[in-house]
């Protein structure tokens, strides 16, 4: 049985978050970690974003593809998506965002050889390559590694809804001592398993391992459209469920910084 199926079918049986939790590791806890890779690029304008999508969507995704390099996630940001978020930083407008994952250090590091060694890569991305050092497609770029959690190892594709969107969240803790027991409180304390149950669609769960604001851990939901976001949230949090496991004392001080987006993917994305 696939994850997804599983981890739908356990919740519809109405378990409890410890049974929930239980079964979700006893069938994912196996499965091998994957190297989780966030980046963002950075764009001068509206109109250059829009190339780089397109030049993701056409020349990346097949690219890393055919280096068994799988789903490829392509997403941009707005501030209608983000209406109301005052910690939204404008910037963000411009910016394209590239989810991947690696079977092993040696896959991740060996990806951009194989990118300059690719020539219908190199022709696909001419936009890329072609432009002048003084006027750039995009102006900077930075990347994110993570670990999938245990018992969530590797990314998940939600439904493929044309009005999907993506939420990521980013927990940043004061210390590596909270900053694990933040996982712990996903990974085995039961958060997961009430996200499943409110019906919020996990696509991953990292530990950063090199990036910023560390340590921290970040992970990304997806739902059918923004009425489905508000809902399934307002179901989280007024749920006692979700008060009595973050009122768990052991959990108490884990995010001192929580950083917020709301993304839609590219045309061309497979997340």
């Known amino acids: 049985m696939k994850r997804r199926d599983f981890l739908a079918t356990t919740c519809a049986t109405g378990m409890t978050l410890a049974t929930m939790t239980s079964e979700i590791s006893a069938a994912e806890g196996s499965e091998k970690q994957k190297l989780l890779r966030w980046q963002i690029y950075s764009c001068g304008t509206q109109e250059k974003k829009e190339k780089l999508l397109t030049v993701f969507d056409t020349a990346l995704i097949p ?61 696909d991305a001419a936009a890329i390559f072609e432009a002048p050092m003084n006027d750039p497609l995009y102006d900077t770029s930075e990347s994110r590694l993570m670990l999938g959690f245990k018992h969530f190892p590797a990314i998940e594709k939600p439904v493929h809804s044309a009005e999907r969107i993506f939420q990521v969240r980013l927990y940043n803790s004061y210390h590596i001592e909270r900053n694990a027991k933040k996982i712990d409180m996903f990974d085995i304390g039961g958060e997961i398993a009430l996200f499943l149950k409110c019906e919020m669609t996990p696509v991953f769960y990292g530990e950063t391992l090199a990036g910023p604001m560390m340590p921290n851990l970040t992970y990304m939901l997806g739902f059918e459209n923004m009425e489905a976001k508000i809902e399934n949230w307002k179901k989280f949090v007024t749920g006692d469920e979700w008060k009595n496991l973050s009122g768990d004392p052991q959990y108490k001080n884990t995010a001192n910084k929580i950083i917020n987006l709301i993304l839609k993917p590219s045309p061309g994305s497979q997340i």
């Not at 799988?70 to 963000?92: C, H, M, Q, T, W």
């Open 63 to 123: 690219a890393l593809n055919r280096q068994g390099i799988s789903p490829v996630g392509i997403f941009e940001s707005n501030a209608r998506l983000n209406d109301g978020d005052k910690s939204y930083d404008a910037k963000n407008d411009l910016n394209v965002f590239v989810l991947t994952q690696f079977d092993s250090a040696d896959q991740l590091t060996q990806s951009v050889p194989k990118l300059l060694a690719d020539q219908q890569y190199l022709k």
